[in-house]
């Protein structure tokens, strides 16, 4: 499969807020607040851009997934929203989006990278975890569903910090 990644356009914001609520419903059960979450930081996101982007990534005219990274502060940034269609899963496009945002991370001169996601992500994590991320914090979370389990992962940019 061919994929063009590109930035974001006019009208992307909403379909990556729809996607989610529509994806994470059918398959992880995550309520309706789950899409006013997103919607909220895609909101937050667009009136304060600086220092972050989404990517969307296609093929044959069609949206394949996407992924962004959005700024914290002057070192720290968030990797958010990133999602694969389920036909798309397994073809290389996940490594490829992660490679794009963590090549704009050090371009930015990002020290570290953050991300929230839940357990039960499997192919997510060992995508994480090939790229320098590792589990720092577990917590419950019922807000989107009942006995989900939050999970933040970090990565340092600055190799000296990483623990071994």
């Known amino acids: 499969m061919e994929f063009t990644i590109r930035t974001r356009r006019p009208g992307d ?3 990556i807020a729809y996607r989610h609520a529509v994806l994470y419903e059918r398959e992880y059960g995550l309520d309706k607040v789950f899409e006013k979450y997103v919607l909220a ?3 937050d996101f667009l009136d304060k851009p600086e220092g972050g982007e989404i990517w969307l990534a296609e093929c044959a005219g069609k949206i394949a997934g996407f992924i962004a990274i959005v700024r914290n502060n002057p070192t720290t940034a968030q990797l958010r929203w990133f999602l694969l269609e389920p036909e798309f899963r ?16 050090r371009q930015q001169n990002y020290q570290q990278v953050f991300l929230w996601t839940f357990k039960g992500l499997d192919a997510a994590r060992h995508l994480y975890e090939r790229h320098g991320f590792f ?9 989107w569903k009942h006995e989900l389990l939050e999970q933040r992962w970090e990565c340092s940019l600055v190799s000296e910090s990483r623990p071994v």
Do not use: H, I, Q, S
């Not at 490829?96 to 963590?102: F, K, P």
């Not at 589990?135 to 019922?142: S, Y």
């Open 90 to 105: 397994g073809t290389g496009l996940g490594r490829r989006l992660m490679e794009t945002v963590m090549e704009f991370c």
């Open 135 to 143: 589990l720092t914090e577990e917590k419950p979370n019922n807000t």
């Open 13 to 15: 914001a909403g379909y």
């Open 41 to 43: 930081g895609l909101l």
